[in-house]
């Protein structure tokens, strides 16, 4: 399920970096990866509808170009369906509010409230809900729906085209190193999930290095540091407290050893805190110094229990930064999931992965249809 998409690397970019041995070729994705079918069309091509019925979606590509797909860490059966089912246990509130109201009722106005009701409780919003009911009505009649489990069916699909844009992968292999910075506010998530990345990063034959940029708390560079060495990762930390400067050596560091991927942790901090958002433009700038294009990724960190105000995150991030992707963790506590539908609404970022738990095979590619079918099981 985890996976990545990788650029083949071009023959002409190969010389003006130091020689460095590369990673076993990895296996294009077929049997060895249940997720990945196919490599959709080019964009060109007539456009596909979204795969509702397919069970493994196909994860679009932007362009058509040479890539090669890694496969992902094969994640054991047994280790999806307990991670499936722990983000079904996650958004079951949720759930359990979107089908009942389905079950024996008649398609009329009540059915519509309802629905409404449960959308606005799930974080959907008014924005997203809105366009939901708006679609759906139209839907029922276009295709003279007369059961309500017909129209659940219509809800599902609409669904999974609001949230479809939202899925993308994280394309490796297109910039050496591959500099991504990681933001949000305390407590999100932002650290475990570099460390989850950094293990799948690795497992795809990616080197690593982590630049420990919270130097606020001492404590936040320990936890990096001890997990980098229990996991045998560079970290690259500094006594100094200049989160730019850290940034700034960690991107040479890569560049001199010649690493594929730089994860740059920094403090957590609230969109109101102007002056620390500030900060953090500074070290996106400075990270630009030491190579002009990056970061190639900028992600924000979103904790899925903080509601509404997760699109004020969004929002306030991606004015500031220009966010390339977010993340959703704790999508297994006691998220509602709504929050998903607001953001592909009103901020469509693109969700590189969600979290549901604080293993390493907790962290998971985002995909719309599972999502969707959790949500309405
Ligand atoms: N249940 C659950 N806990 C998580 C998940 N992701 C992170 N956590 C926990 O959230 C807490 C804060 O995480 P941390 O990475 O330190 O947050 P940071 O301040 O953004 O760096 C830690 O206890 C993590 O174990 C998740 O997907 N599910
Ligand atoms: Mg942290």
Redesign the pocket.
Known sequence: MFSFFKRKPKPEAQPTLPPQAEPAPQPLAAAADPVVTDIPAPADAAPQPAPVLAPEPVIPVETEEDIEIVAAPATAPEAKRSWLSRLKAGLSKTSSNLTTLFVGARIDDDLYDELESALLVSDAGVEATQWLLDELKKKVKAERLTEAAQVRTALRSLLIDLLQPLQRPLVLGREKPLVMMIA?V????????IGKLALHLQAHGQSVLLAAG?TFRAAARE?LAVWGERNNVAVIAQESGDPAAVAFDSVHSAQARGTHVVMI?TA?RLPTQLHLMDELKKIKRVIAKAMPSAPHEVLL?IDGNTGQNALAQVKAFDDALGLTGLVV?????TAKGGILAAIAKTRPVPLYFI????QIE?LQAFNATEFVDALLS
Request: charged share 30%.
């Open positions: 949000g305390n407590g999100a998530g932002k650290t475990t999930t919270d936890q942790d957590g960190v963790t704790k999508l297994d506590g979290g549901v738990g604080e907790d």
